[in-house]
């Protein structure tokens, strides 16, 4: 393997497209990458690893945010919570981390491990537990193959730092949702710490180069090198990702409230363009997870659903979505480890409580087309 | 200092006792006692340590229950949460416990130490850090004293187990409440646990025989052995505590909700024997924390107000205060650590929201007399 390198000339790329894999949630990828280039700049760049390249005496530990949105992007984390939390993972496990790696390929989340790699001067996994953000803790690989969420670790702003043990992926998002809505809706937490050889079995691999792919053509580069107007960058985002351009509309009525440690609600689109004289809806907790187009389902969680500037492309998180915006909704197949039964149990729609089955997001718009075609 | 031990035999008393000075809460004595009970007959009984014997290379572990009593007296505490707890504190902050304390004497966490100290084959200390029990977990001796909860356990019948180190005894409480929540209401706790040296400096010494003592004459024998008839107990008990005979009266109204990790309510009285014509109103928040008399303060927090059935002298805990019940409230001055400037912003009227002075128990008794004898 050739060593690779995250330098600050990276994170802005990253962000962009982690923010678009984050599907509105895993934070603001601006305040992180602010973060991440601030600790690269004090620290020197990042070594990126393969998940293949991960050795089992590696113990690799996840790090990010938890908490609403909402709150993170007015309450930043500091530093020092990124130090603190690896201190009390190490002090509670007794091993001593060699690598760091996002929870997540959320914006924000995409960053924080990075930024706690420069400030540890440990490599980062290219690699994450979802490819994509969830709301929720026990929605990682690591649960759906059967792994707990071993020692948890939460930090705050204050100083507080909590170290649970819970019996399960469930009872970690409870008790540290729950200790994260004391801390004031945002903290640092690190679960599901394991050893090289879980993280070679569980994690999603090359997420992070798949964000840097993703982030080049948002800022006008495709896979050649060749200038994007902003125009073509939608289009070729999505032959890029294997996803589908759902609906290009003008946000019209929207919803939003942070409620017990979420960011929660609802988002109504009055068509523009192709889509003039239709509505679509996207319900979303952190991330977007449910869109209907004239009440009839378009895609739905696990499979991903990112909303990005009409104009621009770039994405849109819940949390800055604003009435009046014009935007194109896309939408794109989710991992495998996610079609499965667990998969589905664990982050499908009924999980959330939708009452709608989950069918594949490419079968959702082979549907439409045929309907098209046969009008 | 000659041997002192716990036997199943002083149980009922130490219980009975503890939850007068509980005031209403520190959980059910009954059930704790069971516990108690159970674990000294199977593993013997328990050492009685005065506070001054502890030695600066002790480590003493104060274990209770937190939670609302509402829920505790249904779900009762499991032998294994007791050495759960008692492990994570040890795993916490590496040094084995040598002693255990209850935090509080009130009825089931003068029992739960009891019960651990059986357990663990650790002998019990005869002291607590509130000399009654108080509903919030930064209301000890420590605290006033300025030192923090230090690793804070809480282990759950599910088997999580969280360890907090708070930054003061405030956030302590605040993320300590918001996990029993989660956890359904009630949990095995552990904090403050701290040196022999600083235990001798906070803790309120000769609880537990204190407790003892009340205990003894509510079962029917004074200090000298003689028996005494149910309808002297009240008096003697009186004259043992320097406690104020308030109130005799009938509970005609009842308000009482398990809300944010508390039993939270309040009890109107109508006056019988020589109280009759007046009212009385009792407020609490698991401990009974007010007292007025016809709107006028009679008692308030941190002095301690109990309720003890009219007929049988024997105390009755917030949680099992009935409609139709015919009561005796009485009131004693709380020992002198709590009537300082920060024990009285710690656990005062103000602390609690309501709208009074602290006035000396003994002073409002006074006054009282004084009118009276003027009318």
Not at 191 to 204: F, M, P, S, T
């Amino acid at each position: 393997m050739s060593e690779r390198l995250i330098t600050e000339s990276d994170i802005d790329e990253i962000a962009l497209g982690a923010a678009v894999l984050g599907t509105g949630g895993g934070g603001d990828p601006h305040v992180g990458s602010l973060i991440a280039k601030r600790l690269i700049r004090l620290h020197g760049p990042v070594r990126l690893i393969d998940v293949d390249d991960l050795e089992d005496r590696d113990f690799v530990v996840p790090i990010g945010g938890i908490g609403a949105p909402s709150v993170s992007v007015e309450r930043i984390q500091a530093e020092s919570e990124l130090l603190a939390a690896l201190e009390a993972i190490e002090g509670a496990v007794r091993r001593v981390p060699t690598a760091i790696m996002p929870i997540e390929v959320g914006g924000g989340n995409s960053m924080l491990p990075i930024a706690a790699a420069a400030l540890a001067g440990l490599p980062v996994v290219d690699g994450d537990a979802m490819g994509r953000a969830f709301p929720e803790a026990q929605m990682v690989t690591f649960h759906l193959a059967g792994y707990g969420p071993g020692a948890t670790v939460l930090v705050d702003h204050h100083g507080n730092e909590v170290v649970s043990r819970p019996v399960d992926g469930a009872w970690s998002e409870r008790l540290a949702r729950a200790a994260t809505v004391e801390m004031g809706g945002a903290a640092t937490m690190i679960d599901y710490a394991y050893g090289g050889e879980v993280v070679r079995e569980c994690a999603i691999p090359a997420t992070l180069t798949q964000a840097q792919r993703i982030g080049r053509i948002l800022l006008g580069r495709d896979a050649s090198g060749a200038e994007l107007r902003d125009d073509e960058k939608i289009d070729a985002l999505c032959a890029e990702l294997d996803a589908v351009r759902l609906f290009d509309g003008k946000v019209a009525d929207l919803q939003r409230e942070v409620v017990g440690g979420f960011t929660r609600g609802a988002a109504e689109l009055d068509g523009v363009g192709e889509d003039r004289g239709s509505a679509f809806r996207l319900d979303f907790q952190n991330e977007m997870l449910l869109a209907r187009r004239d009440g009839e389902l378009a895609a739905v969680t696990p499979d991903l659903i990112a909303v990005l500037d009409l104009a621009t492309g770039l994405p849109i998180t819940t949390e800055a979505l604003r009435y009046g915006a014009r935007v194109t909704v896309i939408a794109m197949p989710c991992h495998e480890k996610w079609r499965t039964e667990a998969g589905l149990a664990t982050a499908g729609p009924g999980h959330f409580g939708y009452d709608v089955d989950w069918i594949p997001v490419e079968q959702l718009a082979r549907q439409r087309r045929e309907r098209k075609e046969a009008a």
